[in-house]
């Protein structure tokens, strides 16, 4: 009888770990998804110069669907105004772009850990910069 006692006690702990390799695997392919389209995004914006609204629009919609959030939780700093591509390197020609998207459960059975749903939650931020191919018209 104890040892069904110790065993009935022990298991959901031992759950846990089972339920955090399948949460992990989770989030890195949310997390490999939403690379993959910032980086669509982004090859987009070189060759306009800019992020242009619709990219924005493009980018939040897709980043929410791949973390299943609404499209207003998805950050987006990226330049706007039109970059032009010089003959020789200048920092005036890279586009600077900003995406962070929420992940909203980082540990599996925080609860029963005594770890609030806040405090299990955090950012996926993508930051970086990329040299404008846009040519001046002349």
Same mark, same amino acid.
């Given at each position: 009888?104890?040892? *069904? ?11 846990? *770990? ?15 998804? *939403? ?53 020789? *390197? ?49």
């Amino acid at each position: 009888m104890k040892q *069904f006692i110790v065993m009935a006690a022990v298991l959901p702990l031992l759950m846990i *770990f089972v339920m955090q390799f399948s949460l992990e695997q989770q989030n890195q392919n949310r997390i490999a998804a *939403f690379q993959e389209i910032v980086y669509s995004i982004k090859e987009q914006a070189r060759q306009e110069g800019r992020f242009t609204p619709a990219m924005k629009t493009a980018l939040a919609s897709a980043a929410a669907k791949c973390f299943e959030v609404d499209e207003s939780e998805i950050i987006i700093e990226a330049d706007s105004d039109i970059k032009y591509r010089r003959n020789t *390197f200048d920092e005036r020609e890279l586009i600077h772009y900003k995406v962070k998207a929420p992940i909203k459960k980082i540990m599996a059975g925080n609860r029963l850990l005594g770890i609030s749903d806040d405090a299990n939650s955090g950012w996926y931020v993508i930051e970086g910069s990329a040299a404008s191919e846009k040519l001046r018209d002349e």
